[in-house]
């Protein structure tokens, strides 16, 4: 059974950086890809980025604007989600999220493995 654990969530002031981070375990983490959403508080989820299982390959939401930075350790089994200039609309719930087949993909929808998420909070 594939478990995702989220970590590094937290407070931070407007302009600050965090960096998330998932563990994943039950499979080979190699061969997923791997991706990070967001909920806000009466929001619908969205999709945020994505890596590709080899790293080779991201997709960002037009509204990262270059701020964030997916990455992967496929040795560890962690993907990363580095947050930089953080604003308020940033803040939500972060969930990592990975595919139950194999190959490349920025559908939203074929993301269907979920963690528990992690909370971030900016401040203004």
């Known amino acids: 059974q594939v478990q995702l654990v989220e970590s590094g969530g937290g407070l931070v002031q407007a302009g600050g950086s965090l960096r998330l981070a998932c563990a994943a375990s039950?499979?080979?983490?190699?061969?997923?890809?791997m991706a990070w959403f967001r909920q806000a508080p009466g929001k619908e989820r969205e999709f945020v980025a994505a890596?590709?299982?080899?790293?080779?390959?991201?997709y960002y939401t037009d509204s990262i604007n270059g701020r964030f930075t997916i990455s992967r350790d496929n040795a560890g089994n962690r993907v990363y989600l580095q947050m930089n200039s953080l604003k308020p609309e940033d803040a939500g719930v972060y969930y990592c999220?990975?595919?139950?087949?194999?190959?490349?993909?920025?559908?939203?929808?074929?993301?269907?493995?979920w963690g528990q998420g992690t909370q971030v909070t900016v401040s203004s």
């Open positions: 890596i590709s299982s080899s790293g080779g390959l991201t």
């Open positions: 999220a990975t595919t139950r087949g194999t190959g490349w993909t920025i559908d939203s929808y074929a993301f269907t493995i």
């Open positions: 039950g499979r080979t983490f190699t061969l997923y890809a």
